[in-house]
T-cell receptor, first 114, second 115 residues
Framework: DTGVSQDPRHKITKRGQNVTFRCDPI?????LYWYRQTLGQGPEFLTY????????KSRLLSDRFSAERPKGSFSTLEIQRTEQGDSAMYLC????????????FGPGTRLTVT | AQSVTQPDIHITVSEGASLELRCNYS??????LFWYVQSPGQGLQLLLK??????LVQGIKGFEAEFKRSQSSFNLRKPSVHWSDAAEYFC?????????????FGKGTKLSVIP
């Protein structure tokens, strides 16, 4: 299967710990997006990359959130000093540059902060 | 800033009945419009999209949507619902203009199907 994959699918952590999530996009896609989805809400845009360049990061929720895509392939999203309010589903999507709105989503990583 | 409203949080229909899910958007220019479906444990799947042209758009799984500029709406329809259509449906808008590719989603409508 060549869809978007995310790892882990579930993560339980204690408040104050750091967590890192990985996203592997569809191989030929050079754009990669991160969204957050809380209970009862639609996905909320966080950031996106074109190749290794992070072109939009103003929507990251705080300076505890950071994302990287070092070689223009997979990406990581890190949350430092987690808080209970960070509990959510973190979704990754990818697209071709010329079809930026045709975003293909992964299954998500569900984070629970206790 | 753009926004999307899905007025119905939860809809229940009988299998074989017709379906219409409502979506209203707020955006200054002609938006790009999308419908996604999310099944439990699955990622979002694109059902259909509207960029320009014909205001009636056909999608996958027998879904269609109609863009009505005068009503700022993009309602999703299906003539006959199948039990496998039970899922959550999200309407989304994309900003036109260079450099911005973020999607803004509504809160979703959960569809239940009675056999």
């Amino acid at each position: 299967d060549t869809g978007v994959s995310q790892d882990p699918r579930h993560k339980i952590t204690k408040r104050g710990q750091n967590v890192t999530f990985r996203c592997d996009p569809i191989s030929e896609h050079n754009r990669l997006y991160w969204y957050r989805q809380t209970l009862g809400q639609g996905p909320e845009f966080l950031t996106y990359f074109q190749n290794e360049a992070q072109l939009e990061k103003s929507r990251l929720l705080s300076d505890r959130f950071s994302a990287e895509r070092p070689k223009g392939s997979f990406s990581t999203l890190e949350i430092q000093r987690t808080e209970q309010g960070d509990s959510a589903m973190y979704l990754c999507a990818s697209s071709l540059a010329g079809q930026a709105y045709e975003q293909y989503f992964g299954p998500g990583t569900r984070l629970t902060v206790t | 800033a753009q926004s999307v409203t899905q007025p119905d949080i939860h809809i229940t229909v009988s299998e074989g009945a017709s379906l219409e899910l409502r979506c209203n958007y707020s955006y200054g220019a002609t938006p790009y419009l999308f419908w996604y479906v999310q099944s439990p444990g699955q990622g979002l799947q694109l059902l259909l999209k509207y960029f320009s042209g014909d205001t009636l758009v056909q999608g996958i799984k027998g879904f269609e949507a109609e863009f009505k500029r005068s009503q700022s709406s993009f309602n999703l329809r299906k003539p006959s619902v199948h039990w496998s259509d039970a899922a959550e449906y999200f309407c989304a808008v994309g900003r036109t203009g260079a450099g911005s590719y973020q999607l803004t989603f509504g809160k979703g409508t959960k569809l239940s199907v009675i056999p």
